[in-house]
């Protein structure tokens, strides 16, 4: 039987990181989640690995869930592991995935068996979406009607407030297109990586403020963007993501 040809991501594995993984490096999202084929001769895992080597000291981790043995692609899940684990811990969140078939556990066993659902299991587990940071409500309205009845659809199927997610999906879309706009103007990944213990955030009005390390970052698009002096003190203080 003649085997399909593999197509290679038409982007690298740094572009995907830094524009598909844009509201987890801000600090905006717990998690982020995508699909790398790699070119012939490239090893995906190796890249994850030292990309979670160079982000993990800003409180960053890049882990493969899934690899094909046949064509090396890959599922890269991207995350703050503080964070998930806090959501991972909350009662009504370990009661789901109980519910699910999930043994209890910290964030670090329940993500082994998330992992070892998606090598194993015929259906995808839809249950993803709870270490996502999607609304357990959406998620569990996603399971109950197979995908269908949604009220919005963006970076997940909406069950519950359509304006409120429409509006956290546009807030993770502007942030999405600024870091890619940073990224091919040079920024490095890591200076976009907000540090976990820098990473306090202040939103007034629609406007993210970073409390800490934010200026290069800022100035970077500030340069692209071609604002004169009184522009990069303005936009040192802050960036509107929404």
């Avoid at 409180?59 to 094909?68: A, E, N």
């Avoid at 194993?120 to 249950?127: K, L, R, T, V």
Wanted: charged share 25%; with cysteine; glycine share 8%.
């Amino acid at each position: 039987m003649q085997q399909s040809r593999v197509i290679p991501s038409p982007r690298s594995f740094a572009c995907d990181l830094a524009t598909l993984c844009a509201p987890t490096l801000a600090g905006l999202k717990p998690a982020s989640l995508f699909r790398y084929q790699p070119a012939p001769g490239q090893d995906a895992a190796a890249m994850a690995a030292a990309w979670h080597a160079a982000l993990s000291p800003r409180g960053v981790t890049v882990r493969v869930l899934k690899q094909c043995p046949r064509t090396g692609a890959v599922l890269v899940y991207v995350y703050r592991p503080a964070r998930v684990a806090r959501l991972l811990a909350a009662p009504h969140m370990l009661d789901f995935l109980a519910g699910e078939g999930y043994t209890p556990g910290t964030a670090d066993e329940l993500l082994d068996q998330l992992a070892e659902r998606l090598c194993c299991e015929g259906d995808f587990p839809h249950e993803i979406g709870v270490f996502l940071g999607y609304p357990l409500a959406d998620v569990i309205g996603f399971i109950q009607n197979r995908g269908k009845n949604f009220t919005a659809c963006g970076y997940w199927k909406v069950y519950t407030d359509p304006t409120a997610a429409q509006a956290e999906f546009d807030r993770y879309k502007k942030c999405e297109r600024i870091y890619a706009r940073c990224y091919y103007n040079g920024t490095p990944i890591r200076r976009l990586t907000v540090a976990a213990c820098r990473c306090t955030i202040k939103i007034i009005k629609g406007v993210v403020i970073y409390e800490q390390d934010r200026s290069y970052l800022l100035e970077r698009h500030r340069q692209h963007r071609g604002h004169g002096r009184f522009g990069r003190q303005r936009s040192c203080r802050r960036r509107r993501f929404c």
